[in-house]
Each structure stands twice: as C-alpha cells, then as structure tokens.
C-alpha cells in the first residue's frame, strides 16, 4: 500500500463517538488493519501492514485530527512509517489560511508552507464525517472546501448508487479527492455507507493504476488479528 491509499483509505473512515475495525485487501491479499476512535472533537485513526505485504512493505501510519465545534478541522498530525521513510506532517487550517510543517525525520529536513483558505476547512476525515450526517440524494452531489500539507480545493462528492453488501443495502458515494484536485495519484475512491441512521462506512475502496492496484478496507466484526 502507497502513502496515498493509506491516506485516503484512513480519511474516508469516520464515525462519531465510537470505535470501527478494518481489514485491508490488496492484490487478493490481506495486507494490513486499520481502526478510527472517534470522538465529538477528533478521530485517531490508525494502519499498519501484516503479513507477507508487511513485509513486503512495512506501513505503520497513525493519524489525528482535531475540529471545531462546527465540524471544521482545526489540525491535524500524520506520524508515517513507510518503508524506510519516517515522516511528521503537522497542519493548521485556522484563520483564513492552511499552514503545514513537514519533517522528514531519516534525512532531518523540514519543508514549512503556508496558503490562503476559507475559514472553514475539511479535511478528508472531517469532510466524510459530514457526509455521513447530511449525505445528498442518489443521483446528486456537494462539494465541500478540503485541504491537506500541500494543497486547497474543492471537492465534489456524488451519491452514485444502491449496492448491497452482506445482505444489506449500502449508498455508494465517489469523493472526487485524486486526479490532481487534492492528490496528484491518479485514481478513484469510492465509499459504501449503510443505509440506516447510522450511515457507518462499511467498505472504502481506493483505485490506482494497475502498477498500485486497489485497496479495499472491510469493516470488521471485531479487532482483526495482528
């Protein structure tokens, strides 16, 4: 899995004051687990490589956000292991502008930037969080203002269709993040929420070129096995 799927994979998964469990296929592969601790102030979301892929491949991300009590992030703080790359992404969407500061902690380099934003920001956990509490009708979008370290856009997402998934019904949603809106990968992600109040992320599915491949995240059950 590439620091984008895992990015993406991770932000499309929100919930509100409670704990969801992951499985991540890659390849017909299980490659990895992920979780989100949600509360009304933040998420911690966590992903790491198992198995073969994880050694193949180590990846050991660990995610927090903090928002506002408009839902609007505030800052967030990635903390990546990724092969042999050790990474601190620290953001700040406050006062009209987004101001990150990138570490790269093997070759001790910091990268600082700055851009003008609107006053209230998403990013990708915050913007599915309120999809989840006011997602548009099939057949229609929204758009939301997001950002990330490096970039300020807005980002339309679609209700596209009905899917059923273990024998319940599901909306398929495609969040329009990649392609050079928010990510420069070329590629699609794709989000199944459950149909009930709840709206709860049953599948996140990220599509790349065939040299990435697809990751898939399944919701679990229970804390898969290490």
Same mark, same amino acid.
């Given at each position: 899995?590439?620091?984008?799927? !895992?990015?993406? *994979?991770?932000?499309? /998964?929100? $919930? &509100?004051?409670?704990? =969801?469990?992951?499985?991540?296929?890659?390849? +017909?592969?299980?490659?990895?687990?992920?979780?989100?601790?949600?509360?009304?102030?933040?998420?911690?979301?966590?992903?790491?490589?198992?198995?073969?892929?994880?050694?193949?491949?180590?990846?050991?991300?660990?995610?927090?956000?903090?928002?506002?009590?408009?839902?609007?992030?505030?800052?967030?703080?990635?903390?990546?292991?990724?092969?042999?790359?050790?990474?601190?992404?620290?953001?700040?969407?406050?006062?009209?502008?987004?101001?990150?500061?990138?570490?790269?902690?093997?070759?001790?380099?910091?990268?600082?930037?700055?851009?003008? !934003?609107?006053? *209230?920001?998403?990013? /990708?956990? $915050? &913007?599915?969080?309120? =999809?989840?509490?006011?997602?548009?009708?099939? +057949?229609?979008?929204?758009?939301?203002?997001?950002?990330?370290?490096?970039?300020?856009?807005?980002?339309?997402?679609?209700?596209?269709?009905?899917?059923?998934?273990?024998?319940?019904?599901?909306?398929?949603?495609?969040?329009?993040?990649?392609?050079?809106?928010?990510?420069?990968?070329?590629?699609?992600?794709?989000?199944?929420?459950?149909?009930?109040?709840?709206?709860?992320?049953?599948?996140?599915?990220?599509?790349?070129?065939?040299?990435?491949?697809?990751?898939?995240?399944?919701?679990?059950?229970?804390?898969?096995?290490?």
């Amino acid at each position: 899995m590439t620091r984008s799927a !895992a990015a993406l *994979c991770l932000g499309a /998964v929100s $919930a &509100a004051a409670e704990t =969801l469990y992951y499985t991540a296929h890659w390849r +017909g592969m299980t490659a990895g687990i992920a979780s989100i601790d949600f509360s009304d102030g933040g998420a911690r979301l966590t992903l790491e490589t198992t198995g073969f892929v994880g050694r193949l491949y180590k990846v050991k991300d660990v995610y927090t956000v903090n928002f506002n009590g408009s839902g609007c992030a505030e800052k967030s703080l990635m903390e990546a292991e990724e092969g042999k790359r050790r990474e601190e992404i620290r953001v700040s969407y406050t006062g009209g502008k987004v101001a990150s500061f990138h570490r790269d902690l093997v070759r001790k380099k910091d990268e600082v930037k700055e851009m003008p !934003a609107p006053d *209230c920001n998403y990013e /990708v956990i $915050a &913007a599915l969080r309120r =999809l989840r509490g006011a997602p548009p009708e099939i +057949g229609r979008s929204v758009e939301y203002p997001m950002a990330n370290e490096r970039k300020v856009a807005r980002v339309k997402v679609e209700a596209q269709r009905i899917e059923w998934i273990r024998k319940a019904p599901t909306i398929r949603y495609e969040a329009h993040l990649m392609n050079n809106v928010l990510y420069r990968r070329s590629g699609h992600l794709h989000v199944w929420l459950t149909q009930d109040a709840r709206r709860i992320p049953v599948r996140v599915r990220v599509r790349m070129p065939f040299y990435i491949g697809t990751v898939t995240l399944e919701l679990s059950e229970a804390p898969p096995p290490s």
